[in-house]
């Protein structure tokens, strides 16, 4: 099975941690924004990832803050302009179809989540607990991601990079690439540069991971994301590195991303240093 | 009589170790799957890799450098089954393009391809998403270079002398000769895949 799960797990871990919940409790993934429910009980929420603006009966509401609602409250959430992504958490999570171990909406397969498929107009949610979270939290200033159009990402070497022609070699790790059209739960492309590729197109299906880079022999290469196929047949020219796997999920058409090359070793300690930045408001890592 | 591994690592959480054949690459994914420290187990059809949380990383090399692999095989004793294809026209819309790439009349492209005994290798892309080995080398047809953005469950594809077929809608880079109306996915069943590793299959045009 894919890993599917959240698109950004930083963001979702940060929107859990302010309603006391565990970081992988299930949450609403909210894309571009255009949100609104109506409460019909007492609850407690919070907002984190793409905040494009949020109301709550009409007034403006934080992101990165624990919210209590009121029976008859309405909420709504306005698209966003940077980053793709909102996450709404609520106390003690969402109740879901629990399926192969996990909460996740799997939209391929039709599993988990809400009836396996996506939120409509008129669906009703609930919380496990009745009840509101007994604080109100704020997420520390210098721990909120900036939403930004333009992407850096480690990224390490992989296993077919070499059948990359020197040129393309340098591109990828040099050059700035645009987001193509088709940036999904499954996959970014990164246009602007055709890549020189070395293959026939006859390579055994290899496993292939979210963060996965593979590259067709359009020399169009594409970011696996979180509802990742497990294998493919296209070389795997580079990984995005574990430390930035959670920014894919706040990547739009048009962004623009540049990869920088690392060592694995160099990477291991970037995620490391990346989740001690962290590690006294989510003290068990996102 | 045992294996050694020698991982590569292919990202900053990830180790690769080839296997010979699909069938090893799944009895050593079964194997590494029983060692909770992993995250993640998936077999290729020529390699299986782990993935690993990297604060691990020292115990993960030391185990794997240690491992050892007894073998057993998983090819099922069970009577082949038998997959309805249409092949052709909307349901196949690569066929005429095969056809052409292997010098084979419609008649003979079908003919290979039900006249062999086929078997599942793995499972992998999507859930359910059977790689079949079966076909003659000749029918050595390379992927799409552009891969389409949604293919319809039940298609199958033929590449690089193997079968593909799709349970599930979804993205696909396969060429595409026909389509089955069998049910290959039911996440409520007991069993919800249909097509298994080491399943005997035939194929039957309708």
Not at chain 1, 117 to 146: C, H, K, N, Q, Y
Not at chain 1, 179 to 188: C, D, E, P, S, V
Request: aromatic share 6%; with cysteine.
């Amino acid at each position: 099975m894919p890993y599917s799960g959240p698109a950004d797990p930083l963001s979702m871990a940060l929107a859990n941690r302010l309603v006391g919940n565990a970081i992988s409790s299930t949450c609403l993934e909210i894309t571009y924004g255009g949100f609104e429910a109506e409460i019909e009980a007492a609850c407690s929420i919070a907002l984190a990832g793409a905040d494009g603006g949020a109301r709550v009966s009409g007034r403006d509401a934080s992101f990165h803050r624990t919210l209590h609602l009121q029976p008859g409250d309405t909420l709504s959430l306005t698209p966003p302009v940077n980053g793709a992504r909102s996450y709404l958490a609520i106390h003690s999570g969402f109740q879901a179809a629990e399926q192969f171990r996990s909460t996740s909406t799997y939209l391929p397969a039709g599993i988990g989540g809400h009836e396996g498929r996506a939120l409509r107009m008129g669906d009703v949610l609930r919380s496990i607990e009745a009840g509101l979270f007994a604080s109100t939290l704020e997420t520390p200033e210098t721990l909120r991601p900036v939403m930004t159009h333009q992407f850096a990402l480690r990224a390490c070497e992989s296993a077919e990079t070499k059948l990359l022609n020197p040129e393309g070699q340098r591109i990828l790790f040099s050059e700035t690439f645009t987001i193509g059209r088709q940036a999904t739960r499954m996959g970014l492309a990164l246009t602007g540069h055709e890549l020189g590729l070395d293959s026939d197109g006859m390579m055994k299906s290899a496993p292939v991971f979210p963060g996965t880079i593979q590259c067709p022999p359009s020399g169009v290469p594409i970011v696996l994301s979180c509802d990742a196929q497990t294998t493919g047949g296209y070389p795997r020219i580079a990984g995005v590195a574990r430390c930035d796997r959670h920014l894919l999920g706040q990547i739009r058409p048009g962004d623009q991303v540049r990869l920088l090359r690392r060592t694995p070793d160099a990477a291991v300690e970037d995620y490391q240093r990346k989740q001690s930045y962290f590690a006294d408001w989510l003290d068990r890592g996102f | 009589m045992s294996t050694r591994l020698t991982p590569v690592r292919i990202a900053d959480d990830i180790f690769e170790m080839r296997a010979d054949t699909p069938r090893q690459a799944q009895k050593l994914a079964s194997a590494l799957r029983a060692e909770e420290m992993v995250e993640d187990v998936v077999a290729g059809l020529a390699s299986v890799c782990i993935k690993f949380n990297p604060r691990q990383q020292d115990k993960i090399a030391d185990w794997l450098g240690a491992f050892a692999l007894s073998p057993k095989d998983n090819e099922s004793a069970a009577a082949p089954l038998t997959i309805d294809i249409r092949y052709g026209g909307a349901d196949g819309p690569d066929f005429a393009m095969i056809c052409e790439a292997l010098s084979l009349s419609p008649e003979a492209l079908i003919a290979m391809h039900t006249d062999q005994n086929h078997i599942v290798e793995m499972i992998g892309f999507t859930p359910g998403f059977a790689y079949i080995s079966g076909l003659p080398d000749q029918a050595k047809v390379p992927r799409l270079s552009n891969p389409r953005s949604r293919v319809p469950a039940g298609s199958v594809g033929i590449s690089a002398a193997f079968t593909g077929i799709y349970s599930l809608a979804g993205p696909g880079g396969w060429p595409l000769i026909g389509r089955t109306a069998q049910t290959l996915f039911d996440p409520d069943a007991e069993t919800p895949f249909l097509l298994q590793p080491g399943q005997r299959l035939k194929f039957k045009a309708v």
